[in-house]
């Protein structure tokens, strides 16, 4: 650790010392983007710094003139002007045509964005304490987007991966060359959705649905990383987003795959489980669905996020625990994770945590008890 | 800051009382102005450490020193209490010993509350900090506050948040109501006010925008408090409400709030620029038309805090204009300090090195806030570090440089003594390094694409960031040089002379330093 920060202190001595060379992969700039939405937002961005340097320049200029030259010390004397209104005037004129020019441009951008219509594909974004959901219209396909880095890489127990904190278990696929709609909305607080190089960020606000769009032209295949941008609660941080763009051929297929895995999931929802089964899907679940909050230990965090471990509920209350997990607690961070979870997975995590760090029920829950649950 | 010495002087009046009851008691505009400056000082220190907790954990990237839930509640107490704590105090205890002095009244017009609009303070951010030590921890919002997570979600303490933000509205207020009826009733004859020194006149304005918006705030929080006790829906979709109509209420408070904590400033450096360049103001009367034009037009550019809430079309370009048009106002005087300073002779004693470090780094955020306000570039820049280097820019080299400013140049009239110059450059360069080491690579991670009010970053942003936490703790530790300075000038130093300042011009100049603890029974004559 005090190796690793002094590590970093020289890496930022340097850093300062070789500034020109070391900047190159330190990510100065706003990303040019992938659509045409976004480079024109980098044109805009690069324009209006332009102008605010040569104003810079030059107000700073004479600034810095005058502190040179003006100074009582060189034996200035000062005159004694001190209106003009023929300056006055032309100080108030020139940035209003400056301004002029600029808004034009920045308005034919802003009507671009805001044009939502003749979409092919849509796709709403929901966003939840700390996670987002993604139903994909008229496909019956829909998912949620959980933080796969680990608390062990975030509480500093292992190195970090390459892509810490930008990393879900569920990417969210979309077709290249096609309009994509995205309809934002939240279930709780109010998030923000943002993917920098397609330009798209707008608020999630429960009972809003906002729209934006974007064009990921053929060609530009990949993964884009974003982030939520509106402060939503303690786990804000944690909750990013990766958008993978595949051509359209893939995308249909990865559709068909999605439809496939959902009716599996069902039917293996009627099969057996066992104990030792059900624990060890349980530990998955519970490390990516409920030890963001509740910890790794089952212990809690603060006030806010009760402990598992020693819970009466988790104890005691075996009805309780399935009816809070499928319908969640309103008004709390406590979510239903019906939508979220299998009745396999809610099974195997009850089951989990009615049975670890020393919650020692030995009760096993089955997802047949979890499918009679529901009704 | 006012020293003991008890001025028998030739109008009979009576010293200061003995002991803590004459700071308790006191209707003195200079005891009351001496108590807002050391609160607010003492506010600054407060919100300087939870600013230096946020950076310590930002140092590198996972998590180190402190956890997510704790990080939410340093970033919200440190913003809440710069603002409401710190600068705006600041301004008002500036206010009381200046406003008098300059325009030639013995005293503020309503002594009494200005006793009262002192004494809430301590106890509304007492209340405040309190609520730190409790369990379900201080409020972790953000200083925005935005319902639903201030409501609905929020941890039970947000009651005494309300509460205090109440208590500091209430003397907020009253704060600004003195000054208005003071400028408006005691001003000295031929005082008129287009002679009025231009610190008076931005104080003037600001005490109007303080009046028309702190009953706003004082609304958007009542109606949390009525969301979250008395079963109404105002910010709950769920029982027909509009999260997005909280914001609204807020920003209309919030935005002129943003010129409340910088029109003063403006008017400081508007008093330092000309006597240090020996060379009366550029463009008075245009100084005070384009700060009317600041705050008129802070009533009509909330939204451009709202471009990515999903407002329509027509609207997102009225607020976009709109808020350009402010470049033009801020422009005028900008390029006025600089034609001031063209052909003055001019000194840079430590209030001028403060001002010309104000006109510059102030400049530098008002460029940012001009790329802010084109709507299309903000949804990249909104909610990044590229908005906190921008707001730090304005207010810490714009609003707490100006107060600094301000203190160092009328320190030698408060206190009788000349501040010792080479710790004040010393204090200067420290604070101006500091504040640019850490705020500037802020814009370079906000472009990249940091995220603002995040306890850990992903892996690119770490080098800047590590920079950025080097220069907060030069900047903050740079303040225990300025505390120090004061201390010291307080207790002694050489004589200072009434004038002070060899260019200085006004009335405050005109009476002995340190200023008696009675001034101006008789008033002067302006001609």
Redesign the interface.
Known sequence: ?YF??WQ??S??VL??VFAPA?MAD??????VGITEVSQ??FE??ML??WI?VW??VV??G??FY??FK????KG?????????LG??LL??AI??VI?IA??VP??S???Q??DTTNSDVDIKITGH?WKWQYDYLGEDVGFFSNLTTTTD????RTE?G?????EVDNHVVVPTGKKIRFLITSN???H?W?L?EI?????A????I??SWALIPEGEEGLYR?????????????MPIVLEAVTADEYQAWLDDQRAGKVAEAAAALGDFSYDELMVEGAEVYARSCAGCHGTEGQG????FPALAGSPIALNDMAGHIDIVINGKP???MQSFTAQLSDVQIAAVITFERNAWGNDTGETVTPQMIIDAKK | MTTATASHDDHGHHGPAKGIMRWVLTTNHKDIGSMYLWFSFAMLLTGGVMALIVRAELFQPGMQLIRPEFYNQMTTMHGLIMVFGAIMPAFVGLANWMVPLMIGAPDMALPRMNNWSFWILPFAFGMLLFTLFTEAGAPNFGWTFYAPLSTTYAPSSVTYFIFGVHMMGISSIMGAINIIVTILNLRAPGMTLMKMPLFVWTWFITAYLLVAVMPVLAGVVTMMLMDIHYGTAFFDAAGGGDPVLFQHVFWFFGHPEVYIMILPAFGIVSQIIPTFARKPLFGYASMVYATSSIAFLSFIVWAHHMFTVGLPLQTELFFMYATMLIAIPTGVKVFNWVSTMFRGSMTFETPMLFAIAFVVLFTIGGFSGLMLSIAPADFQYHDTYFVVAHFHYVLVPGALFGIIAGVYYWLPKWTGHYYNENLGKFHFWMSFIGVNITFFPMHFIGLAGMPRRIPDYALQFADFNAIATVGAFIFGFSQLIFLFLLIKTIRGGEKATDRVWEGAEGLEWTIPSPAPYHTFAEPPHVK
């Open positions: 650790m690793r920060t970093r202190l890496s930022v850093g300062l070391a330190w990510g100065l700039n706003m990303p024109s937002i805009l961005h209006i710094f605010c104003i810079g107000v700073f004479v600034m005058s502190i003006h100074r009582k010390s200035a004397v000062a005159s004694k002007f001190h209106e003009s300056l006055e100080w108030t940035p209003t301004l600029m808004a920045a308005t951008v802003l009507i964005m805001y304490q890489e975030i509480y500093n970090k390459e892509n810490y904190l930008e709780d607080v109010i923000a943002w920098p330009a798209v960020k707008k608020d606000i429960p009972g809003y906002n729209e974003g982030k939520c941008a509106e402060l939503c609660g303690v786990q804000h941080g944690f965090m603060g006030t806010i008004g709390t961070a």
